[in-house]
């Protein structure tokens, strides 16, 4: 059975989105501010860089936050239809620790983050009664708007139905970026493509990155994309994910 979400949450969120506009902006930048790259070379000052492939576990930290937003750590907010990256609106998820309730901090799953070169798949009954996702092997089910929602990465996208690609990460320099296609999120029975490109290869609206930070030295990372969403009950709503870390090689 569907969760339902409160009345006056729905509200808020539908309000806000009308008086945003409709479909969003079209462009992004990642938090980061680094723009992605779609090639096998990304410029580093006046020369190209040969890009590497990463292939193994990008650990997560757990987002932590106080009065504000989330200060370091991993973390996921929705930017509301017609808004901007970086300025918003946000949605407010209520059930956040943070005093900024715009951020939802994230902690670890099972594997310990996300994994390159393999899928890290949903549970095979992806919903528990109440509707919460409950594929923890990315990142344990965060609260959001009373319901948790979960993220896997699947050959086939729950929701497009899609065929996507293992989710790859490189760096050139030490600037990241990737595919990472293949990341949904679960949600109050409802599934959601949150990846960057999309499974048939397009960014729409606010879809931007995967791009980040990488330092050979400490194996230190950040991994930010957006993903504009498609069709459903947040149609034109996007998911902003920030992942940090340290990258463990395989």
């Given amino acids: 059975m569907r969760h339902r979400i409160p009345v006056a949450v729905v509200g808020a969120i539908a309000l806000l989105a009308v008086a945003c506009g ?3 902006g079209a462009g992004d930048e990642a938090t980061s501010g ?3 790259t779609s090639g096998d070379k990304a410029t580093v000052g006046d020369e190209a860089t040969a890009a590497t492939d990463l292939v193994g576990l990008f650990r997560v930290d757990p987002g932590q936050c106080a ?4 200060t370091a750590g991993t973390y ?3 930017i509301q239809p017609g808004g901007k990256p970086g300025e918003g609106p946000f949605v407010p998820n209520g059930d956040s620790p943070c ?3 715009t951020f939802s901090p994230m902690s670890p799953g ?3 983050g996300l994994v390159t070169g393999q899928f890290q ?3 095979a009954q992806p919903f528990d009664p109440g509707g919460n996702g409950v594929s923890a092997r990315i990142t344990t089910p965060t609260p959001f708007l009373a319901v948790r929602f979960a993220l896997a990465s699947n050959e086939e996208d729950p929701q497009t139905k899609g065929k996507t690609k293992p989710p790859s990460v490189v760096v050139a320099g030490e600037k990241l970026s990737g595919d990472l296609s293949a990341v949904a999120a679960s949600w109050n029975n409802q599934h959601f493509n949150q990846g960057s490109p999309k499974p048939d290869g397009t960014r729409p609206g606010l879809t931007v990155g995967p791009t980040g930070t990488y330092d050979p030295t400490t194996k230190r990372y950040t991994l930010d994309w957006s993903s504009q969403i498609v069709s459903g009950p947040f149609n034109n709503f996007t998911g902003v994910w920030h992942l940090e870390g340290t990258f463990q090689s395989r």
């Avoid at 009065?67 to 989330?70: D, E, I, L, N, Y």
């Fill in 22 to 24: 409709g479909d969003g």
């Fill in 34 to 36: 680094d723009k992605a």
């Fill in 67 to 70: 009065g504000a937003g989330v």
């Fill in 76 to 78: 996921f907010r929705m």
């Fill in 99 to 101: 005093g900024d309730k």
């Fill in 110 to 112: 099972g594997d310990g």
């Fill in 121 to 123: 798949t949903q549970a």
